[in-house]
């Protein structure tokens, strides 16, 4: 993939950017999540309630969705940031028609199918914990948190399919005490997933502030301390990050006990929020007994 020279990007790209970095190259869908759309669609209780509950558990679907509702076609005033919103909006043929339309752009082989489990499972666990959170601490949108649970890590699924190695790159970037994951990747492969994701929001046309929590979401210390930055981009991404703690993001996708991320950043996130560790370790158990980040220690 050819970010070089685009490292660190600037927050104005244009669509030629976009096109020339995402080049081809589309986040699939979930393979039974697509069956299960499917299956909706033929019961004679189908409902656009159902339809955006499934289309909000895969992170291709939910975007395609989003990106269609918000392009320039539609002319809508103000960015639409939720799945619900989206299908609302679009009414249940166009959403069934553009369903089946990427049923069929190809389907992926067993092999990708499996290596892309993790990522499929951790993306909607994050996101229901972010929905989650929000609410317990007061965020006025808990649909924007759950958005951006579920996309962040939308760079990772490309990078799989470009880079053999990335999940052995992955690894080693959780497991590095002393940098950040993105720095880890960058070295690499010159590149790294919190990049690749932000130019896919702007793809999708996700609203400016999600795309860059999407960017700077392994910056997050650098980015509560500079009071420069948003409020409310702040406040996601110190939601995304209990969330990523909470499920156990470095177990799963990091293969490590060690959250060496969580330990540098613990202090500042919580202290922004206005939490205690006893707090958060409360809240973490509310959300695990919601069978919300248990997964990881079965």
């Known amino acids: 993939m050819t970010t070089n020279e685009h490292p660190t990007m600037g927050t104005d790209l244009t669509d030629e950017q976009i096109k020339f970095v995402l080049q081809g190259i589309t986040v699939p869908p979930q393979p039974q999540i697509m069956v299960d759309l499917q299956m909706e669609q033929l019961s004679p209780n189908c409902s656009l309630q159902n339809i955006a509950k499934l289309i909000s558990q895969d992170v291709g679907l939910a975007g395609s969705v989003i990106k269609t509702v918000n392009s320039p076609f539609l002319g809508l005033s ?7 919103q989206a299908v609302n909006l679009l009414g249940i043929n166009s959403v069934v028609n553009l369903v089946n339309g990427l049923s069929i752009r190809g ?27 929000a609410k317990q601490i007061g ?35 959780y497991q590095d005490p002393d940098h950040i994951i993105t720095a880890v990747e960058n070295k690499q492969l010159n590149t790294n997933h919190a990049v690749v994701g932000y130019y896919v929001g702007r793809s999708w046309n996700l609203p400016n502030h999600i795309t860059r929590a999407i960017h700077e979401h392994h910056q997050v210390e650098k980015i509560i301390d500079n009071d420069n ?21 470095h177990r799963i996708l990091g293969d490590t006990s060690e ?19 006893y707090d958060f370790t409360t809240l973490s158990q509310s959300i695990n007994e919601m069978g919300i980040g248990v997964s990881q220690f079965v």
């Open 139 to 173: 965020f006025f949108s808990p649909d924007e948190a759950y958005t951006l649970g579920l996309f962040h890590n939308c760079g990772i699924p490309l990078l799989m399919m470009r880079f053999d190695n990335y999940m052995e790159v992955v690894h080693h970037a």
């Open 78 to 84: 103000n960015k639409i940031t939720s799945v619900k």
């Open 229 to 249: 930055e948003d409020h409310q981009k702040k406040t996601l991404l110190a939601i995304l990050k209990m969330a990523e703690h909470i499920c156990g993001l």
């Open 259 to 277: 959250d060496y991320e969580w330990q540098r950043i613990q202090e500042a996130v919580l202290l922004y929020v206005g939490m205690s560790e």
């Open 107 to 133: 389907e992926l082989s067993d092999d990708n199918i499996v290596a892309m489990g993790r990522f499929w499972d951790s993306a909607m666990e994050v996101a229901m914990a972010s929905a989650a959170i």
